[in-house]
């Protein structure tokens, strides 16, 4: 139906307004023939809603193919310079102080306790009484033996004058027979008594060498129910009393530990066996203990020892440092906590460790997979570096044209933080990657 362009003001564009409405209401009529609603109201509603909700897929359509066909975010990587400057590698390990000579002391008899004359870390000197035993049945034992000694002796006299008796009676019976005045029987019988009395001589002589052993030990026993500092140091330890009785059989039981000098002393620590290979004698180091953790102590190694210890399929080497104990702060027992220095490099190029354990992720088929709603590439992962190990080959990597690119290295020492570099194509102030940090869509 054709609309009759009208001059009023404002006619024509309300003429253009009816014919839509009653364009519109023909589609309803359409809409509500084709959905069997009979009325026209209802049909625009359900118009309404079905272009909302075609609007909506469209728009999470959309979203998907976007998110699942778009390009792959860009990685962003840390990274750090090539440094110049000191190092130094170290090796830590723990320990207990010891003195370095200590000396446990105990009865060599058995018996009773009478006295003992120190205590707690009194200091005492060679030879001097640290205490005595009961000591009435070992002078018993003496003047015994100095009675058997003596009646020994005179056993040697008595045979003597019969040994010499029997000598003179022979010679004369000898003499006699040789001019015919004597039988030979009686010679035989005399040289006979003769030998005898010799016999007998030697047998009180040897009597006489028993008696003079059994006092001696005797008297040495005596002697040790004293019991004597053997050095000059310190009293560690006390575990008798006057009165009690102690036995020495198959096991000698301490009574007293004495330190010979406390001013010196050692630190025996346990060496991982990884790390045993770069410490050696004469290396400084310096350790802590709990009683003093804002001071350090210097110390140098003496002895590295071959002999394994395996506690908990473990195993450690022992070393022994000397320590300088002067001010008496350290005591024997203290847990002691050593960093040893194995080596300095007072002007090296320094790659930071970060550096070396980095490998950047290979992807597969070089074409990065993304998940169907957006989620990070997966871009595979690369093979763990071994560690760096002096004078091995290892590489690091830099950025070139926003790309990692490997660079092979000789690498030295290490403390930890950064590896000494021996030879490669970095410089100071060269930038190495770090780290990749996770792609930002």
């Given at each position: ?55 909506v897929v469209a728009i ?60 707690f870390n009194d200091r ?255 871009l595979g992962g690369g ?59």
């Amino acid at each position: 139906m054709a609309i009759k362009p009208r001059i009023e003001n404002g006619t024509l564009k309300t003429a253009m307004k009816d014919e839509a409405q009653t364009g519109a209401d023909q589609a309803s009529n359409d809409m509500a023939s084709v959905l069997g609603i009979g009325h026209t109201a209802d049909a625009r509603r359900w118009l309404n809603r079905w272009t909302v909700g075609g609007g909506v897929v469209a728009i999470v359509v959309l979203f998907v193919l976007v998110r699942a066909l778009g390009g792959p975010p860009s990685a962003t990587y840390r990274q750090a310079e090539v440094m110049k400057g000191a190092i130094i590698a170290t090796v830590t390990a723990t320990g207990t102080l010891q003195p370095v000579n200590t000396v446990d002391l105990g009865p060599e008899i058995s018996g009773q306790i009478d006295k003992v004359f120190v205590d707690f870390n009194d200091r005492v000197t060679a030879g001097q009484v640290l205490a005595v035993m009961d000591k009435d049945n070992l002078n018993a034992k003496v003047l015994q033996s100095r009675a058997s000694l003596v009646a020994a002796k005179a056993r040697v006299e008595d045979a003597k004058a019969t040994a010499n008796e029997s000598r003179v009676r022979g010679e004369r019976i000898r003499e006699l027979f040789k001019r015919g005045n004597s039988s030979k029987q009686e010679l035989d019988s005399a040289d006979a008594t003769d030998a005898r009395g010799r016999a007998a001589l030697g047998s009180a002589e040897a009597q006489v060498a028993v008696a003079a052993a059994t006092l001696s030990s005797d008297e040495t026993s005596l002697a040790k129910a004293e019991i004597k500092a053997p050095i000059n140091g310190i009293v560690l330890s006390r575990t008798v009393e006057p009165g009690q009785v102690v036995a020495a059989t198959f096991q000698t039981p301490v009574l007293f530990k004495l330190a010979e000098d406390l001013t010196k002393m050692q630190l025996e620590i346990d060496v991982d066996e990884a790390d045993i290979g770069h410490v050696q004698e004469k290396q400084h180091a310096t350790f802590t203990v709990d009683a003093f953790q804002d001071r350090q102590f210097p110390a140098v190694i003496t002895q590295v020892r071959f002999a394994p210890k395996t506690v908990d399929n473990v195993v450690t080497y022992q070393a022994v440092l000397e320590v300088d104990n002067a001010e008496l702060l350290l005591r024997p027992g203290m847990t002691a906590n050593a960093t040893i220095t194995t080596a300095t490099r007072a002007d090296a190029t320094l790659i930071p460790n970060a550096a070396l354990r980095f490998v950047p992720p290979m992807p597969e088929k070089n074409t990065p997979r993304r998940g169907l709603f957006g989620g990070p590439p997966d871009l595979g992962g690369g093979e763990t570096p071994p560690q760096a190990k002096a004078g091995s080959t290892q590489k690091v990597w830099v950025l070139k044209d926003r790309q990692p690119q490997a660079v092979e290295i000789k690498v030295g020492i290490t403390n930890g933080v950064s590896t000494e570099m021996l030879s490669g194509d970095l410089k100071p102030g060269d930038k190495v990657i770090t780290a990749m940090e996770a792609p930002k869509p």
